[in-house]
């Protein structure tokens, strides 16, 4: 279906910035086909026309790190340290889950990400099949992960299997795309660590990981290994292939330059880590330093939402605390943050406003409070905007919400699922 | 009109703690008359009905320190120092405001405030007679405090007079009171802090004012009077009447305690603090030491949103990254401090879900992502909620929004009227 979205305020790059200016937006199967210039072979009257009247379109948030199977664990587990909150509680939840649990799990945080305007999520899962199949019926573009923990140096290992095999049954799904996803250092060992690298490298597939999360990890990485996560890493040739490390919140000056020298893309998710006691990552540093930043709410159990405009607040504000000036970071850094930023890290061409990109964009309401006066919007979406002012929402040339209305997804289905499994599961 | 709430999933006191039931909820004129016991003269036939299903009611929430006027700067002064910000980029715009800017002004901020079911607010103004004519049409309740500053001891003061003045006028509202708006130990002199605490004393008043907010201040007095902001007001006679002190960012342990010696309630602004740079209040401290801790978003100038539910959110994650652990506080304690708190700072009769209490609510839709799985509702208010799941808010016993549609403002006259100033003045 052609797609037409006429007059609206829109957030277009222009070099290293990001300008708004009012702008028609033409949208062939998926992808972005013009802006402002009809292309010749566009018939605008028989396109579906959106009125940008009291509208900002903006490209689809990019969740750089997420758990989306997770979401029926939101306000499950609040107020725990990092340790006692994954071994003690979120772990023994996870044996009871059943495979579907996972897929209504995941549909529920695709509901969230859709609803405040979220296109694309990069998901580290456990439940072979279940995200993907919840990604090929809600619309969104998805790059997935199977969370990979082990040992040894076994080609064979079953999850680094399943991944494989998840991998090949995704391939006719265009939104799909995979990476490897070694879960941790303290959950790797540097054989099993250093297996997956080579594989990854063999099949020209990128590595997404969590680092250095916790004061703990690094501690217990100190004693067993005496270097931090990231060497530990990096001796293990994760960053040979292009890596997305998600928290890398202890980080020393030297994990830093390792980072920046690796071109490793650092997810900060600043919810979870603070949610959980683990602090503040050092962004505005990784950013002078070079490193291409992207933010990520992390899973439902430790943030607990999936709405990147709240990420968006907590990333524009916490660092101009911790760091006693408000020019540390600004809204400008934020909004590519949740954007580009997180696009390039995944190797995907979208994340901006142009032509030839992929057309996953959302469209917000600027009829409404938080994004009143309509000035300085950029500032808008991270200091006041809340997520619901999104109003529709395009992904890979689909309207996957119009109106406030889901087009993909049966709501009302998907809340009875997560009734149930929850009275099941004793949540 | 009488007003029944059914059988709704509601968050009422259990003695220090809150809890959450089904109940339904009766009210008549501008009180809570019964929970769960239909009072014997309510004829329920004759009642407007609220269905309960899939709703959450809880106490409307008390912003306890903001300037709604100023909303319409909102977005116009981002990632400036503090001092940059107010008297380089806030004051000049200040002069140019007429006085019915101020009224639109409050209005879009408190059109803000009702979506996301703000019932009560702390205002600090400085244009007569604008925000309470504002109040009187929105319906909300609210407290005035019209911002005072000079440097003598003189009762004539002409901002003085312009207080009482409105005081007398407002009167005849049950929703307005009044307290003395001293703006801050930086724009007051000790003379003059001494005259407003005296007059304050004479007639009864309370007092609001910001105190020990930035780096510069508590530098400049201790430069200027040897001593903290917390103590120029405590020699200047403030805390000898019932105070509300903004902000309380810069404190010394013996600050805090004589905060608490005083029974001084602090309110806390954590957006508003970290976007100027000024850091993080020393919450969890306050609370140890019994110091009644509230809520408020500040103006729209340096938050710049004016919605609790943000509030919350940011309130009950950043002592967890400051204090690098989860258990410093809680969704218990955040959410007294938006509420309940905030109610016996102002000293109203709101603040709870109680037979007798003024029947300020806000009910929430539970049949959305952000609230779904809806366990451990309490946690979903600070954690996930975003304020877009307030459906109907009732002030004062009246319905001022119903299903999302605002009963008491004119939306699109208040947006274009923000529209037209903000032109005129160059925003």
Redesign the interface.
């Known amino acids: 279906m052609l797609i037409v979205i006429r007059n609206a305020l829109a957030v277009l790059p222009q070099g290293d910035a990001d300008v708004i200016g009012r702008h028609t937006i033409y949208i062939n199967e998926d992808k972005i086909v013009g802006i402002d210039e009809r292309p010749a072979d566009f018939a605008e009257e028989d396109a579906h026309i959106i009125d940008g009247t009291d509208r900002l379109v903006i490209p689809g948030l990019v969740n750089a790190h997420t758990h989306t199977y997770m979401s029926?664990m939101?306000?499950?587990a609040?107020?725990?340290?990092f340790m006692d909150?994954l071994f003690n509680r979120v772990d023994p939840i996870e044996g009871k889950l059943l495979p579907e649990d996972a897929y209504w799990g995941s549909l529920?945080?695709q509901?969230?990400m859709i609803?405040s305007g979220t296109t694309t999520f990069n998901d580290m899962q456990m439940h072979i099949h279940q995200t993907t199949k919840a990604v090929r019926e809600s619309g969104m573009r998805a790059v997935i992960c199977r969370g990979l923990v082990g040992g040894d140096y076994d080609r064979n290992d079953i999850r680094l299997q399943q991944a494989l095999e998840e991998m090949e049954e995704g391939r006719e799904c265009s939104r799909l795309s995979f990476r490897l996803g070694p879960h941790a250092p303290y959950t790797c060992g540097p054989d099993y660590l250093r297996m997956v690298a080579d594989v990854a490298k063999e099949k020209g597939l990128g590595i997404h990981i969590h680092l250095a999360e916790s004061?703990t990890e690094s501690e217990n990485m100190r004693k067993d290994h005496d270097c931090t996560p990231i060497e530990y890493a990096l001796s293990a040739g994760i960053f040979d292939v292009p890596t997305i490390a998600a928290h890398c919140v202890q980080l020393s000056e030297k994990d830093i330059k390792i980072l920046a020298d690796h071109n490793v893309s650092v997810v900060t998710n600043p919810?979870s880590?603070?949610?959980?006691?683990?602090?503040?990552a050092p962004v505005p540093e990784m950013m002078a330093a070079g490193i291409n930043v992207c933010l990520g709410t992390d899973g439902?159990a430790s943030?607990?939402?999936?709405?990147m405009?709240?990420e968006m607040?907590?990333l524009s504000?916490?660092h101009?605390?911790?760091?006693?000036?408000?020019?540390c970071i600004?809204?400008p850094e934020v909004f590519r943050a949740a954007t580009i930023n997180g696009a390039k890290a995944l190797g995907l061409n979208t994340g901006s406003i142009e032509k030839g990109k992929k057309a996953d964009l959302a469209i917000l309401r600027l009829?409404v409070?938080?994004m009143?006066?309509?000035?300085?919007?950029l500032?808008?979406l991270c200091?006041?905007a809340?997520?619901?002012e999104v109003d529709t929402v395009i992904i890979d040339g689909r309207i996957v919400m119009e109106g406030g209305e889901l087009k993909t997804i049966d709501?009302?289905r998907v809340?009875s699922e997560?009734?149930s499994m929850?009275s099941r599961l004793g949540?």
């Open positions: 029926m939101r306000n499950c609040d107020d725990l340290s909150w529920l945080g509901i969230e609803r004061v919810a880590n603070m949610k959980l006691g683990n602090g503040f439902a943030n607990n939402a999936q709405n405009f709240r607040g907590y504000m916490i101009k605390g911790t760091h006693a000036t408000p020019q600004g809204a009829d409070p938080s009143m006066p309509n000035n300085n919007l500032a808008a200091y006041s809340n997520g619901s709501e009302e809340y997560i009734r929850c949540l």
